[in-house]
Structure formats: structure tokens, C-alpha cells
């Protein structure tokens, strides 16, 4: 069973930093497992793809908008991943979740359904 749970989540103003955190537990640190995400959603919108890490090599893939100004980062022995937001813009005040990448077809990580496990997400919002 695996449970995640974020946290981090707060005021911010824009051009200001932010560390989201989430807590695993469960077998989704296994190296055997393919990998953990963070996504974004919107309200009325479907969840977007913002990073990814995969497990086997500790390769990192961003959305194109987050490259250079975000960072996923995995603490394996707090079983606890993390979201470096710097230079936050106010665009993306959304409810940021982490999940575990299931789905093994080219470019699950991208779409919110290669993921199985979700926590309950944290609200991020960004001020002018």
C-alpha cells in the first residue's frame, strides 16, 4: 500500500521561493518502482504534468514552463520527495500533489493517468 502525503504548500509572493514536500510510505522509495511526480491542477482543469524523477538513475524531466526554476529532489533515507520552486510566478498558484508513476508506456510521466497513487495535495498560492 502506498500512501503520500504533501505538505509545503503556502502564501508566497511572486518571484519569492517555495519547498513542497512529500512523505512515502509504502513500497514507492523500492528502486524496482519506476519513479514519482509532481502535478498541478486547477480548479475545473484536469492535472498537469510539472516533474518527474525516475527511480533507476535519478533522471529529472520538467515541464518546458518550470526548466531552470524548479528542482525535484529525493531524500531516500526520509523517504521524502521534494519540489524546489524558485522565482514562482503567479500563474502557477495551483494545488500541487505527488504521485507514483505507474504506468510504464513512453511518456506516461508526462499525463496525469500514468499515475496511480496520489497524497491530497497542497494549495500554493502566489501573490503580486
Known amino acids: 500500500q502506498v500512501q503520500l502525503v504533501e505538505s509545503g504548500g503556502e502564501l508566497v509572493q511572486a518571484g519569492g521561493t517555495l519547498r513542497l514536500s512529500c512523505a512515502a510510505s509504502?513500497?514507492?522509495?523500492?528502486?524496482?518502482?519506476?519513479?514519482m511526480g509532481w502535478l498541478r491542477q486547477a480548479p475545473g482543469k484536469e492535472r498537469e504534468f510539472v516533474a518527474h524523477?525516475?527511480?533507476?538513475?535519478?533522471?529529472?524531466y520538467y515541464e518546458d514552463y518550470v526548466k531552470g526554476r524548479y528542482t525535484i529532489i529525493r531524500d531516500n533515507a526520509k523517504n521524502l520527495l521534494y519540489l524546489q520552486m524558485n522565482k514562482l510566478k503567479r500563474e502557477e498558484a495551483d494545488v500541487y500533489y505527488c504521485?507514483?508513476?505507474?504506468?510504464?508506456?513512453?511518456?506516461?510521466?508526462?499525463?496525469?493517468?500514468?499515475?496511480?497513487?496520489w497524497g491530497q495535495g497542497t494549495q500554493v498560492t502566489v501573490s503580486s
Open positions: 504521485a507514483d508513476h505507474t504506468d510504464g508506456s513512453r511518456g506516461s510521466y508526462m499525463r496525469h493517468n500514468g499515475y496511480d497513487y
Open positions: 524523477m525516475r527511480w533507476i538513475d535519478e533522471s529529472t
Open positions: 509504502g513500497r514507492t522509495f523500492n528502486p524496482y518502482r519506476m519513479g
